[in-house]
């Protein structure tokens, strides 16, 4: 909650300044590179179990993102009671079966095809832990008043991008997984009008026997993801 005395503008000198040489800056580019490419999206995960202040850290990371008026709006709910996350699963699985049962489009189901998804998640009950990510579309200031916030899904997306790579950066594997509608996470997990679940990501450490899919390996080249225009051009 928001003080409004603390609102005003105040410049600060710029904290925690970096100065990189221009070969340090292409190691390190080269080298989060090279990590962040054997991120994997898996399905099979593993029981073994992730301590919660590994979470906890993770979030804390995804909450340094940036956002549209530094609201940060968003909320983290970090699930490892088992109760909660077979009732997810339940609920994500019903609406997972009207997906499949006609309610996504052909198109859409052949899109899905060479990832080799269907209705089934027990990767819901069997990952040691679900964060479920919320959107909030308003805020209240500490004396009970309400605020709009600005830049909702870009700054959430921001968010999950870091929280996904500070899993990652931790040795954990996760799955983003939309079902749609998700107003049961508001339900189960009780959280207010004001926020919107966006995902439910599963976190754990893989199975022995984790598989991706061949087509998730194939990535989109350089020249199709990036134009440059440089000084010469």
């Not at 991120?39 to 979030?59: A, L």
């Not at 008043?145 to 700054?155: L, N």
């Not at 968010?159 to 996470?185: D, R, Y």
């Amino acid at each position: 909650m928001i003080d409004k005395s603390s609102l005003a503008y105040q410049a600060l000198p710029m904290p925690d300044r970096r100065d990189y040489s221009d070969e340090d800056m292409h190691s390190r580019a080269e080298a989060f590179y090279e990590d962040v490419r054997t991120r994997h999206t898996i399905r099979q995960f593993s029981d073994r179990p992730v301590d919660r202040t590994v979470i906890e850290t993770c979030v804390r990371a995804a909450g340094t993102a940036p956002s549209g008026a530094n609201q940060q709006p968003w909320h983290f709910v970090a699930i490892r009671n088992p109760g909660l996350k077979r009732k997810i699963r339940e609920a994500a699985e019903e609406e997972e079966r009207k997906f499949y049962d006609g309610g996504a489009g052909d198109a859409w189901i052949k899109a899905l095809e060479p990832i080799g998804t269907n209705a089934d998640k027990p990767h819901l009950e069997i990952a040691p832990w679900l964060i479920v990510i919320f959107a909030q579309r308003w805020g209240s200031y500490d004396d009970g008043s309400r605020y709009k916030h600005y830049y909702v899904p870009e700054s959430v997306g921001i968010a999950t991008g870091v929280l996904i790579t500070a899993l990652h950066h931790a040795g954990l594997s996760t799955l983003t997984h939309t079902p749609n509608p998700m107003k049961f996470l508001n339900d189960i997990l009780d959280r207010p009008e004001a926020e919107k679940p966006v995902m439910i990501l599963a976190v754990g450490h893989p199975a022995e026997d984790a598989t991706v899919p061949a087509a998730a390996k194939i990535k989109k080249p350089l020249g199709e993801v990036l134009s440059v225009f440089d000084v010469e051009d």
